[in-house]
Structures are given as C-alpha cells and as structure tokens.
Nanobody, 124 residues
Framework: DVQLVESGGGSVQTGGSLRLSCEAS????????MGWFRQAPGKEREGVAA???????TYADSVKGRFTISKENANNTLYLQMNGLKPEDTAMYYC???????????????????WGQGTQVTVS
C-alpha cells in the first residue's frame, strides 16, 4: 500500500498562489498515475489534474493555465502549484494514486486506489 500525506493548504486572497505537496510513503514510480482532486461543501469530488509515469499531464478545464501538477521522484512527492486563485477554488484538496496509467479515467475518483487525508484551501 501507499500512504499519502498532503500539506500546503491555507487561506489566501483572490489572485494569490499556493503550492500543495503530497508525500508518498514509497517510491512513486510504482504508481503510474497520480492526481489531485478537490471537494467543496455540498459538491461532489472532482478531478483537478493528473500526471502519469512518463510525465504526461491532464487538467480540468476550470484550472487550465492556472494550476500546474508536477512530481519529484527523488523525494516521492507530488505537487500542485496553484496561481490566480479564485473563490470557487475553495475546497478540500486530496491527492490520489493508482498503479494503472491515467488514461481517460483520470478524473474519476473511483479510478484511484490510494488517497490522502486532504488539505484545506480557502480563497476569499
């Protein structure tokens, strides 16, 4: 199993930036797809971005051009750089991992086997 721990959330003003981190308990090269999801109160969890084992990235339309997903294999960490934050970005953010490639299912939370506990992002 892979344990995932997110950090980096907080409160920022509109237009601000945050960088989320997700540290994995084992070599993330064993997980072929890692993603970020978010869930706002009263809404379903939605896929934000994903990166597969060869570095191919995918983004939800709502964050394209503002968010950047990346990973650093050397320290088993996944990142989400968030710029130009908007109030509608307010949510709990989760990282997730699965041994399969991301493919067309990257945005489905049922695709992933491993989840972190989440980190709160609030934009006002």
């Amino acid at each position: 199993d892979v344990q995932l721990v997110e950090s980096g959330g907080g409160s920022v003003q509109t237009g601000g930036s945050l960088r989320l981190s997700c540290e994995a308990s084992k070599d993330i090269r064993s997980t072929n797809c890692m993603g970020w999801f978010r869930q706002a109160p009263g809404k379903e969890r939605e896929g934000v971005a994903a990166v597969d084992s060869d570095g191919v990235t995918t983004y939800a339309d709502s964050v394209k051009g503002r968010f950047t997903i990346s990973k650093e294999n050397a320290n088993n960490t996944l990142y989400l750089q968030m710029n130009g934050l908007k109030p509608e970005d307010t949510a709990m953010y989760y990282c997730a991992a699965v041994s399969s490639r991301c493919g067309s299912s990257w945005y489905r939370d049922t695709w992933y086997d491993y989840w972190g506990q989440g980190t709160q992002v609030t934009v006002s």
